[in-house]
C-alpha cells in the first residue's frame, strides 16, 4: 500500500525558514509530485509541482521565489525549502500526486508566527 509521510513542519517567527519532508513508499519514481497547504477554513491548494525529473517546477504566485521544492528519486524524498516565511504561510502541508492523487498523509503544520 502506498503511503506517504510528510515532517519537518514547526513553529518559526516571519522572515524565518523550514525544510518539508515527503517520504513515499510505492513505485513513484514515475510520478509528478506536488506539496499541497490547507489552512483552516480554506481549500487545500496546491503550492509546488515537480515532474519526474526534477524539472520543470512550478510555484503558486503566492510563494514564488520564496518556496524551491526538489525530489531525490532513490530516496523516495520530496523537499519544499521554505524561506521567508509569512505568517499567511501558516496551514497544514500535504505531498500528493497531482495527476495520480493517492491517499493524503497526515500533513505537517507549518506556523509562522512572532
Known amino acids: 500500500q502506498v503511503q506517504l509521510v510528510e515532517s519537518g513542519g514547526g513553529l518559526v517567527q516571519p522572515g524565518g525558514s523550514l525544510r518539508l519532508f515527503c517520504t513515499f513508499s510505492?513505485?513513484?519514481?514515475?510520478?509528478?509530485m506536488g506539496w499541497y497547504r490547507q489552512a483552516p477554513g480554506i481549500q487545500r491548494e496546491l503550492v509546488a509541482t515537480?515532474?519526474?525529473?526534477?524539472?520543470?517546477?512550478n510555484y503558486a504566485e503566492r510563494v514564488q521565489g520564496r518556496f524551491t521544492i526538489s525530489r531525490d528519486n532513490a530516496k523516495k524524498t520530496v523537499y519544499l525549502q521554505m524561506n521567508d516565511l509569512k505568517p499567511e504561510d501558516t496551514a497544514v502541508y500535504y505531498c500528493?500526486?497531482?495527476?495520480?492523487?493517492?491517499?493524503w498523509g497526515q500533513g505537517t503544520q507549518v506556523t509562522v508566527s512572532s
Open positions: 500528493n500526486a497531482p495527476y495520480n492523487q493517492q491517499s
Open positions: 510505492g513505485p513513484w519514481n514515475s510520478f509528478a
Open positions: 515537480i515532474f519526474t525529473g526534477g524539472a520543470p517546477t
